[in-house]
């Protein structure tokens, strides 16, 4: 993980991080304090940052390659692209403009978070739903669908940023592709995009016999350790991702996900009775395993141990 921090009054030096930091841009306005400050976190292509602009800023940027949600907590951000005037304030999250389009606009003392990953990611995420459309997967609005929606994207990307990626360890890169995958699922509900057909299509359950649950287990199995997600599972078991959920759930009591997570607490559950309670804990333990929050990883040891984690490291031997 890296973290990089920017403090400047001097616009010039602004325009230069900003350039650098995300994509080629100009920047211009009249402010009253040039006091910008920028704290940048990345590990394993997710970034996310925390800005503050104490002045009016305009901007005028290329396209940057990234799905990027801009979260705003004070003041206001304003997009001018292709003529608009959209106007988004505190407690709105957002699409600031699609991977490959340029995008224009400007900022009113300002206090957001910034997001960003590789739009790839939708196109992983979208993979697994039951009725994906065929295709790259495109996010084609900028605000989400409604209050509930905005609430769930808002709070999504404070958990990232203050759960996953803050702390006096970097993160595990585990538990940063799962959170990324997270993030990208989010924004698919909350935001519109081409990611499903509008009409129900007919499951082909041609595929969903017993080989291809037993081949999708034997990857799992092996493959627990790996940021895996369900499109992963089905190329290995050699069918879609729909077959592979179907196989799952004919031939077991359990979908694919739902055994990975099984998996994975077994294997979190052999560690830590071979841990040493002085030195390992729950949480280090959790993360290896993807589960970054602590309490949901003990509800699911619970279910399957009926006992607490902590109990098992606790008496380990």
């Not at 930091?21 to 925390?50: F, H, N, W």
């Not at 292709?82 to 224009?104: I, K, M, N, Q, S």
């Not at 009409?199 to 017993?210: F, K, L, P, Q, V």
Request: hydrophobic share 40%; with cysteine; aromatic share 8%.
């Amino acid at each position: 993980m890296n973290t990089e921090r920017f403090d400047s009054r001097s616009l010039e030096a602004t325009e230069e991080f900003l350039s650098r930091a995300y994509t080629p841009m100009r920047i211009g306005g009249r402010p009253s304090d040039t006091q910008t400050s920028i704290v940048r976190t990345a590990a394993e292509g997710l970034t996310v940052d925390r800005l503050t602009f104490g002045y009016t800023m305009s901007y005028t940027a290329n396209p940057l390659g990234q799905v990027c949600l801009i979260t705003v907590h004070s003041g206001s951000m304003v997009d001018t692209t292709d003529g608009r005037h959209e106007v988004y304030g505190a407690g709105e999250t957002f699409l600031v403009a699609p991977p490959d389009r340029p995008y224009t606009g400007a900022l009113h003392s300002a206090r957001y978070t910034i997001s960003m990953f590789d739009p790839a990611v939708l196109d992983q995420v979208a993979a697994a739903g039951a009725h994906s459309a065929p295709g790259p997967v495109r996010l084609t609005g900028q605000r989400a669908h409604d209050v509930g929606a905005n609430r769930r994207l808002g709070s999504t990307v404070a958990f990232l940023r203050d759960q996953v990626l803050t702390g006096p360890t970097p993160p595990d890169p585990l538990v940063v592709a799962t959170a990324t995958q997270h993030l990208a699922a989010v924004a698919l509900a909350a935001l519109p995009s081409t990611a499903y057909r509008e009409e129900c299509h007919r499951i082909d359950s041609h595929d969903a016999h017993t080989d291809t649950l037993r081949r999708a287990r034997i990857f799992i199995e092996e493959n627990a350790h790996r940021a895996i997600g369900l499109a992963d599972i089905a190329a290995a078991a050699f069918v879609t991702p729909r077959a592979v959920q179907y196989a799952f759930s004919r031939h077991s009591d359990t979908s694919p996900l739902g055994y990975l997570r099984q998996v994975r607490v077994t294997r979190a559950h052999h560690e830590l009775k071979s841990a040493d309670p002085g030195t390992a804990t729950v949480t280090q333990v959790a993360a290896r395993w993807g589960f970054p929050h602590v309490g949901r990883f003990a509800a699911a040891y619970r279910q399957l141990y009926g006992t607490t984690p902590a109990a098992t490291l606790r008496t380990r031997g």
